[in-house]
């Protein structure tokens, strides 16, 4: 317990020492603690999902997770450590109105990868209705980049158009034949019974209709057969273009298409919509949790102690600065007085140099006169 304890404290950014002397504190901030790592776990499970969608490999998911989970739960020891309790409620909320905008945003981030999870379900029945649109919308995008089939099909329905038209034609001249030996009177039959001379006439030219439809049925087929052959290396070639578009509607599983999976479950759905919002709440309260905890906890002996602290500090700072303040202008002082007082006797001393050198010189052009003279 002991050791958990510290480990939750390292969790809140507390400081050990102080801690340990205001004991009433510290379940408040084993509580800070918790939240804290928590919410890191959460993150890092949330990255990693994310991560697995993109790159479809277990280990390195793994690894950006928990290197994802592990800045999460650096952000939020800062944001937690770096808060202090102040005399004045606005002064605090006022240092922690950016602190929670941060705090927000990381849970907008952690929560849309396990909003993902949690409705996997559903997003997966729409991904699969989405590849279903896209694969019928490649196969109408090929059909029209191949008006070659439908021309050769057109073809083909002709020549077996004109089959059937000339098999009705035939089954016309049975149909007048038949009448003609039972003896049916009609406007083309004489009504007599017997194979007469109507009848003969009768039976050649149905005999000769199904010369000619045997022809046209034998002629047609080889051209049936021709086209296709045509139709069947274009279906081929159609085939060939629809594969090389398959693994892209295949690939339609990413982070980008469950997002938009999410988002459209969320507009046709309004309990798909509200559970979404409240996901997405509960994790603005978990991330919140710990700077709220601050905020409205009362002043306690850790906040004195620690103010005491850093009063110190500064204290101790003012103190090392006038020392060091006072003795640089007492070194700063003696070294102008001794700089200048130096440098006054060397200019006395080559004064009186210039001045000997100048008497001298004089004499000497005195003298040199009077010789002349």
Request: with cysteine; glycine share 6%; aromatic share 12%.
């Amino acid at each position: 317990m002991n050791r958990i304890t510290r480990f939750f404290w390292f969790c809140s950014g507390a400081n050990f020492s102080i801690l340990k002397r205001s004991p009433t504190e510290s379940n408040k901030y084993i509580g800070i603690g918790a939240t804290v790592f928590f919410t890191g776990i959460l993150a890092a499970l949330a990255a990693g999902y994310a991560l697995f969608t993109v790159f479809q490999s277990i280990w390195p998911a793994i690894f950006f997770g928990l290197l994802w989970g592990l800045m999460i739960f650096n952000l939020d020891r800062f944001i937690v450590s770096s808060m202090r309790k102040k005399e004045s409620g606005w002064s605090e909320w006022k240092l922690a109105i950016p602190r929670l905008f941060l705090a927000i945003l990381l849970a907008l981030v952690i929560s849309k990868p396990l909003e993902l999870k949690m409705f996997e379900r559903e997003i997966d029945r729409k991904i699969d209705e989405k590849r279903t649109e896209f694969i019928a919308e490649s196969k109408l995008n090929l059909a029209k980049g191949f008006p070659e089939i439908q021309e050769l099909e057109a073809k083909i329905d002709t020549l077996k158009a004109e089959v059937t038209g000339f098999e009705v034609y035939r089954d016309q001249l049975q149909d007048e034949y038949d009448a003609e030996r039972f003896g049916e009177k009609t406007t083309s039959t004489s009504g007599i019974v017997g194979l007469g001379t109507n009848a003969k006439k009768k039976e050649q030219q149905l005999d000769a209709a199904q010369v000619t439809l045997n022809e046209l049925r034998l002629r047609n087929q080889v051209r049936i057969d021709t086209l296709e052959a045509l139709i069947r290396e274009f279906v081929a070639l159609r085939q060939l273009e629809f594969e090389k578009q398959q693994p892209g509607i295949e690939g339609f599983d990413g982070l980008a298409a469950r997002m938009e999976a999410l988002d459209a479950l969320t507009e046709e759905s309004a309990a798909m919509a509200l559970a979404n919002t409240f996901i997405m709440l509960l994790f603005i309260a978990i991330e919140t949790a710990p700077i709220f905890v601050k905020l409205i906890s009362p002043r306690g002996p850790y906040d004195e102690y620690l103010e005491l602290h850093e009063d110190k500090v500064r204290l101790f700072k003012g103190e090392k600065w006038t020392f060091a303040k006072g003795e640089s202008e007492a070194r700063v002082g003696y070294f102008q007085d001794t700089h200048f007082y130096a440098t006054d006797l060397n200019k006395e001393k080559t004064n009186r140099k210039n001045k000997a050198q100048t008497e001298s010189e004089i004499t000497d052009i005195e003298q040199e006169w009077r010789v002349k003279s």
